[in-house]
């Protein structure tokens, strides 16, 4: 941190500035550090969150923090290059824009700081699917490193998702008009401090971020993705039942048995499923994921008892098997969600 604060004092000399680091309560003490550098430096602050977590609800909390008219965004791992804050302030000024993002990939910038190959893949195809999102042309959606007017900023803030860490990409999917912009390039340096973000949770959430601009303004998000997990049951409930019979059979209570166990035998794929994608973030493990399935068989059980009951409804009036499985499975549906987002995968 005091070199982060450091190197701001010397690329800021001409400007009045404040810096606000926001902590998810690591305990690691940077929240004390700061506190520390803070009685030294009145301009250094620090916004320390209990029970919270988030890079973009981070940056958000910090921004509405402060009085400033435009601010910047930016790591303070010493990645970001922080020599070119005052081109990127002046940029802003001086062709009146929105906002001014730093860009690895124009000329002039470069990728030195994605550690591997693999993250500058990774990287690239992140940036080819955020370019069909976005209402104006980024070369570098993915950057997390950007200055902004607060005005153009508040007509985006009660739009956005909040979802993982790609805040540039959230406020240019949520802004209500297009933002004036520019890139200017930027050296992505080495990490010297903490770790990469870029693990199976961040590309879980930057997923669910491209999946909520695209239809959260009519569904949510994990009702999408629980759908589709859930059609996916429909298939493994079908074999299911056509294993133990249903498909060879005119009889009623051979095919009560056998969309008995396919209702089981879904229900398990379903929940191993939805704990692993839709409820990714908050994701059972040991005793937690048996007392899960416990529960997702609880709460699902109305669900199971619809769904039965109008299979055996619709078999006994049209004994077309794979007709009554599926509507039994489709009016256990919205009970299963509903139930499962309250109490099986309660925050």
Not at 64 to 82: E, K, W
Not at 216 to 239: E, K, N, S, Y
Not at 243 to 256: C, I, K, R, V
Not at 296 to 316: D, H, P, T
Request: aromatic share 10%.
């Amino acid at each position: 941190m005091p070199l982060l604060v450091e190197r701001l004092d010397r690329a800021l000399a001409a400007f009045n500035w404040e810096v606000v680091f926001v902590d998810d309560d690591s305990p690691d003490g940077t929240a004390d550090a700061v506190r520390a550098l803070g009685r030294l430096d009145p301009r250094v602050r620090v916004i320390q969150r209990i029970g919270r977590r988030g890079l973009s609800s981070a940056c958000v909390e910090g921004v509405l923090s402060s009085s400033a008219p435009m601010f910047a965004i930016m790591d303070a791992d010493l990645q970001h290059d922080d020599e070119r804050l005052p081109a990127m302030i002046e940029r802003l000024v001086a062709d009146d824009l929105d906002i001014v993002v730093g860009s690895r990939y124009i000329r002039g910038g470069d990728t030195d700081g994605l550690a591997s190959r693999n993250r500058r893949m990774i990287s690239r195809l992140g940036t080819v699917l955020a370019q069909r999102l976005l209402k104006a042309q980024l070369t570098d959606p993915m950057s997390g490193f950007f200055v902004m007017r607060r005005k153009a900023f508040d007509g985006a803030v009660r739009n956005l998702s909040l979802q993982g860490f790609k805040i540039l990409l959230d406020i240019f999917a949520s802004s209500e008009r297009p933002l004036r912009h520019a890139e200017i390039p930027v050296r992505f340096h080495a990490r010297q401090h903490g770790e990469s973000k870029l693990d199976s949770m961040a590309a879980w959430e930057f997923g669910m971020l491209l999946l909520d601009k695209l239809v959260g303004r009519w569904v949510p998000t994990r009702f999408v993705l629980f759908m589709a997990i859930g059609g996916t049951g429909v298939v493994v409930h079908l074999i299911t039942a056509a294993l133990f019979g249903a498909s060879s059979t005119a009889d009623t209570g051979t095919f009560t048995i056998a969309q008995t166990a396919a209702v089981i035998v879904a229900m398990t794929w379903n929940f191993f499923l939805n704990n692993l994608i839709t409820y990714r973030d908050r994701r059972l493990r040991g005793w937690k994921l048996l007392k899960g399935l416990l529960s997702f068989y609880a709460v699902c059980a109305l669900g199971a008892v619809a769904n039965v009951g109008v299979a055996r409804m619709v078999f006994a009036d049209q004994p077309i098997w794979w007709l009554a499985a599926i509507a039994g499975a489709v009016v256990g549906a919205a009970w299963n969600y509903a139930a499962s987002m309250f109490l099986t995968w309660r925050r």
